[in-house]
């Protein structure tokens, strides 16, 4: 398996509050991503990194923010939560695109009251 | 911008029974095409990938799959199924980002009960 860490893995968080979830990974990937998982939806992504402080948006990202200063490490910050971010979050490292595979975290089990 | 539909939500097998789940893609240009497994409370796993070459690709676990341009699919098969591959499988369409790596885009899923 991947080495790929996600943390919390689980979290209750009341509506208004910051949250910052964490992805750590041993395989010095240069590719990282945030997913999330809702039914009825399957993934979506909401940010990725390509290096060091190199990052975009993804289909998802209103709300989101992101940061990565290390290869190993890759940060998702929900700014203010709302009820509508209560999901599961996966992380997720490739080596590079095209026909590099997606390996994946545990995921974080994210609950917004 | 492409797409995944997996038309079956839920599906029931007996065991020892084959299998097939469907996959089709919307996407302009020839597609990555990547098979997922996710176990409850667990992550996603890799069962197999397409990218070119030959139409049929092997996968883990026994699994392969089938592409076929011409009906934009990329179904997956099983000859015999075991109790053990009870879980929900998604289908997803990768895409290269500008920045590069992949996009992902995930079907919704298709749940997989095996009757013993």
């Known amino acids: 398996d991947a080495g790929i860490t996600q943390s919390p893995r689980h979290k209750v968080t009341e509506t208004g509050t910051p949250v910052t979830l964490r992805c750590h990974q041993t395989?010095?990937?240069?590719?990282m991503y945030w997913y999330r998982q809702d039914p009825g939806h399957g993934l979506r992504l909401i940010h990725y990194?390509?290096?060091?402080?190199?990052?975009d948006k993804g289909e998802v990202s209103d709300g989101y923010s992101v940061s990565r200063s290390k290869t190993e490490d890759f940060l998702l910050t929900l700014e203010s939560a709302t009820s509508s971010q209560t999901s599961v979050y996966f992380c997720?490292?490739?080596?590079?695109?095209?026909?590099?595979?997606?390996?994946f975290g545990p995921g974080t089990r994210l609950t917004v009251t | 911008a492409q797409s995944v539909t997996q038309p079956d939500i839920h599906i029931t097998v007996s065991e020892g029974a084959s299998l097939e789940l469907r996959c089709n893609y919307s996407?302009?240009?020839?597609?990555?095409l990547f098979w997922y497994v996710q176990s409850p409370g667990q992550g996603l796993q890799l069962l197999l990938k397409?990218?070119?070459?030959?139409?049929l690709v092997q996968g883990i676990k026994g699994f392969e799959a089938e592409f076929k341009r011409s009906q934009s699919s990329f179904n997956l098969r099983k000859p015999s199924v075991h109790w053990s591959d009870a879980a929900e499988y998604f289908c997803?369409?990768?895409?290269?980002?500008?920045?590069?790596?992949?996009?992902?885009?995930f079907g919704t899923g298709t749940q997989l009960k095996v009757e013993l």
């Open positions: 997720a490292i490739s080596e590079g695109g095209g026909t590099y595979e997606q390996y």
């Open positions: 996407y302009g240009a020839t597609p990555y």
């Open positions: 997803a369409v990768g895409v290269k980002l500008t920045g590069g790596g992949n996009k992902l885009t």
């Open positions: 397409y990218f070119s070459g030959d139409t």
């Open positions: 990194s390509y290096g060091v402080k190199d990052t």
């Open positions: 395989e010095n990937h240069r590719y």
